[in-house]
């Protein structure tokens, strides 16, 4: 058998036909466990249980694992297991590198201070941060991928009677905020029922918070979490909170003390200041503010307080060069903001402030104002340091939103991960300090499939199959951040790569990720894209694995996967 490329009108290329045959090193391994060709159902028990790591399995398990793929009409009649039965088990969703219960079993009975938080930034863009369209389809496709806080930019309509969603002094379009809140209303718990947070960047006048509070009640009525006094002194659960949407800003009091200058114009970085377009006439579009005459205070109070009533995580911003913005009020836990390039700032001489500061409070990070493309930056460092918000354009692409991506894969993928104890206990953790290494991930990529039933046979390449090299790293604290590339299996749908074994010393393997990113080498263009993956080191299942890939967007792929092994030496155990 032969596949054909044609090369043009008249002339055309052909190649052997590749089929899925097992590397020899997986041969190998089958004939360790098996008996003249044939692996009996304890044999695979036992190989079950040795290399894979599967220790609690039992005969039950094992002939779990026989239904799961007999479909493929490659078992012995009398129930024993042939090489080619074995290697499609391998190449199954049934040997996930990951747990496959999607289970939540983190304990979620800690404060929400205690939790990473899958969270977005500006979730109603459907593009750049420029002209893009404003809709609620971002805020929704968000939600139903696992997104627990949900960003709206809240600003007053041109004619100044109504609050409206949009990307303040830019060309983006605005959406109505009564649709945004419906679609999170009708999507929350569509992953899990772990409560959603909504963090409003308010640009309103007191009337016209009091209008968003009325909205707001009446849009979520018994789910909208309210603080009590006492409760304040420190957040609540994520299990309290099942079924709840919590409203995060700042106090209207903060609000109108930051807005007493008129006329305010500010640059891009919307976090701080307001930004308006040259020729808008409009008060609303300028960002200007009327000071509230003295017979208005009465009512702008009124509409202030039912505001005020509706924050259950009071938020603000760094002040006074950051002097005192990493205190902690015993009181009162709060939410403070920064960009990525003031964390990165102040972690080079306050890292440790900032993982005391997140112990107890929350810390939000979100893209610098010049990623106008929607682009995102390294989450571990905002991870490192506890940052339990660390907040991305999900409307983008690329490594670091794989990377945010994988790590919302942990604990069933509910949207939360337990921060580990290091970054709570009394002694401070740096993550800028050598530590001791504590394992060795060992991973060796044997194989992959299923390009050839996701893509079109020239996709790669016009005149011949594709050549896939491998790319795998680990993301985590500076001292384990590594990264590899495979040889280049050349002109093969089916790649087998004779790689030794690649190793990760690691020496906080709690934060560590480990990425792979799959390509197809061209000599003269840019290498072609031909999937990505993303997994929690804590999450990672030792043994000859089936790792299936993912497109651009995090989609996984129908077919496409590769055969991987993991070990950790010495084994691990995580807390």
């Not at 190449?91 to 747990?99: A, E, K, Q």
């Not at 389809?137 to 969603?165: F, M, T």
């Not at 991960?417 to 530590?435: A, G, N, S």
Request: some cysteine.
């Amino acid at each position: 058998m032969s596949e054909s490329f044609k090369v043009c009108f008249c002339c055309s290329r052909s190649f052997k036909e590749k089929t899925r045959q097992p590397p020899v090193s997986i041969k190998r391994l089958f004939e360790a466990y098996s008996r003249n060709g044939k692996m009996s159902l304890d044999e695979l028990l036992r190989f079950v249980s040795e290399v894979q790591g599967e220790r609690h399995a039992g005969l039950d398990y094992v002939q779990d694992i026989f239904n799961s793929v007999k479909h493929h009409n490659v078992f012995h009649p009398h129930g024993l297991v042939h090489l080619n039965a074995f290697y499609r088990y391998l190449f199954s969703d049934t040997n996930s590198p990951l747990p496959l219960s999607r289970q939540v079993h983190h304990d979620m009975k800690a404060p929400l201070s205690h939790y990473f938080v899958y969270t977005g930034h500006n979730s109603y863009l459907t593009g750049n941060q420029v002209n893009s369209k404003s809709r609620v389809e971002p805020i929704v496709q968000a939600l139903r991928k696992g997104v627990k806080v949900i960003e709206l930019d809240l600003w007053p309509n041109p004619s100044g009677n109504a609050a409206e969603v949009r990307h303040g002094g830019t060309l983006t379009s605005h959406e109505d905020l009564q649709k945004c809140l419906n679609a999170i209303k009708d999507n929350a718990f569509h992953v899990s029922d772990y409560p959603v947070m909504i963090t409003l960047e308010d640009h309103l006048p007191p009337n016209l918070q009091g209008q968003v509070a009325k909205m707001l009640t009446k849009t979520f009525r018994g789910m909208l979490f309210r603080c009590g006094s006492e409760s304040c002194k420190h957040f609540p659960s994520p299990e309290e909170l099942k079924k709840k949407i919590l409203i995060s800003t700042k106090p209207p009091k903060e609000y109108l003390e930051s807005q007493t200058v008129q006329n305010i114009r500010t640059p891009m970085d919307k976090e701080t200041l307001w930004s308006v377009p040259a020729n808008s006439t409009s008060m609303a579009w300028r960002g200007e503010i009327k000071i509230p005459k003295e017979e208005e205070e009465e009512e702008l109070e009124s509409e202030a307080v039912g505001y005020r009533d509706l924050i259950a995580v009071h938020a603000g911003n760094y002040k006074d060069h950051l002097k005192d913005c990493l205190s902690d009020d015993p009181e009162k836990p709060r939410r403070i903001s920064m960009n990525e390039q003031w964390l990165e700032t102040v972690v080079r001489t306050r890292g440790t402030d900032v993982v005391r500061f997140t112990q107890r409070n929350i810390l939000r990070i979100y893209p610098k104002g010049t990623r106008l493309d929607s682009s995102n930056y390294d989450p571990l460092v905002g991870w490192t340091h506890g940052a339990q918000m660390v907040a991305f354009n999900m409307q983008g692409h690329g490594k670091q939103l794989w990377i945010m991506q994988g790590m919302f894969r942990a604990n069933g993928g509910c949207g939360y991960v337990k921060k580990p104890h290091m970054l709570l206990e009394q002694t401070l953790f740096d993550p800028c300090k050598r530590l001791p290494i504590k394992t060795t991930l060992r991973v060796k990529i044997y194989t992959g499939e299923g390009w050839d039933l996701d893509f079109p046979q020239t996709h790669f390449d016009q005149y011949s199959p594709p050549d896939f090299f491998v790319k795998i790293g680990i993301a985590g604290v500076p001292r384990d951040t590594v990264s590899y590339k495979t040889e280049t299996a050349v002109d093969q749908w089916f790649p087998i790569w004779s790689n030794d074994d690649f190793l990760f010393q690691l020496s906080v393997p709690e934060l560590a990720l480990l990425w792979l990113r799959v390509q197809d080498y061209d000599n003269d263009t840019q290498n072609d894209f031909a999937g990505q993956t993303c997994l929690p080191l804590p999450e990672l299942k030792t043994g000859v694995r089936a790792v299936r890939l993912h497109d651009r967007s995090g989609k996984a792929y129908k077919n496409t996967r590769l055969l991987v092994s993991f070990s950790l030496d010495p084994p691990y155990t995580f807390r």
